[in-house]
């Protein structure tokens, strides 16, 4: 069974870059495109790791980050942000609200896989 990874992000050409890295790599994939389906996504099918855009439609990821915390059932998912919000203050407001890493966009492809496996392992891995 591949492991399972949570992408929550609202640009489709960003969203199908991740799938297909992370796919490559040997990935199963779920994604949505706001905070509040990522919420119900995440208690649902348990994903090892959550990849979340900061800047969302309706729920931001920061405040699906809170939810998500707040609840016994995803308060352990580990949840790495990514985004292109990059400035020194976005990145401190990043830190602060408790995310477990921070990848920024555009996407470097090799940093990009570090920092997946770090959280993630390889899905090539026996369990």
Do not use: W
């Not at 199908?16 to 649902?44: N, W, Y």
Request: aromatic share 4%; net charge neutral.
């Amino acid at each position: 069974m591949k492991p399972l990874i949570l992408i929550v992000e609202d640009n489709e050409r960003n969203r199908k870059l991740v799938r297909t890295i992370l796919e490559f790599r040997g990935f199963e994939v779920v994604e949505c495109t706001d905070g509040e389906p990522a919420l119900a996504l995440a208690k649902s099918r348990r994903p090892v790791l959550i990849l979340m855009d900061i800047e969302l439609p309706k729920l931001d990821g920061i405040s699906a980050l809170q939810r998500l915390r707040a609840d016994a059932e995803t308060a352990s998912i580990p949840v790495i942000a990514v985004t292109a919000s990059v400035t020194s203050s976005q990145r401190e407001r990043i830190a602060t609200a408790g995310f477990d890493a921070f990848i920024a966009k555009p996407i470097d492809v090799e940093e990009f896989g570090k920092t997946i496996e770090r959280f993630a392992g390889k899905a090539g891995a026996s369990p």
